[in-house]
Nanobody
C-alpha cells in the first residue's frame, strides 16, 4: 500500500499562488507515476500534472502557470500554482500509480485538499 497526504490548499484571490504538497509513505515497489488531479463540483476528476520516469506532463489549462516537482529524499511531490484563476477552484488529489507485472494499473489516492480561488 501507498499512503498519500496532501496539504497546502486554501482560499486565494485570483492571480495569487499556492503550493500543494503530497507526502508519500509505504511500499513504493512498482510506482512509476505520481501526479496531481483535481475535481470541481459537478465535474469529472481531471489530470493536472504527472511525472513518469522524470518526464513531467501538464494539462493544457495549467501549462505555464503550474509546476510539478519532487523531493525524493522526503518522498514528497509538490505542485506550485501561480496566476491562479477562479476556474482552478477544485479539490486537488495526489495520485501514485503502480504498474503491475500483468500490465494492469493500481492507483492510490490522497484524501484531497481544497483550493478556492476568488475573483
Amino acid at each position: 500500500q501507498v499512503q498519500l497526504v496532501e496539504s497546502g490548499g486554501g482560499l486565494v484571490q485570483a492571480g495569487g499562488s499556492l503550493r500543494l504538497s503530497c507526502a508519500a509513505s509505504g511500499n513504493f515497489w512498482g510506482i512509476n507515476t505520481m501526479g496531481w488531479y483535481r475535481q470541481a463540483p459537478g465535474k469529472q476528476r481531471e489530470v493536472v500534472a504527472t511525472i513518469t520516469s522524470g518526464v513531467i506532463t501538464y494539462a493544457d489549462s495549467v501549462k505555464g502557470r503550474f509546476t510539478l516537482s519532487r523531493e525524493n529524499a522526503k518522498n514528497t511531490v509538490y505542485l506550485q500554482m501561480n496566476s491562479l484563476k477562479p476556474e482552478d477552484t477544485a479539490a486537488y488529489y495526489c495520485n501514485a500509480r503502480r504498474l503491475l507485472s500483468d500490465a494492469t494499473v493500481q492507483n492510490f489516492w490522497g484524501q484531497g485538499t481544497q483550493v478556492t480561488v476568488s475573483s
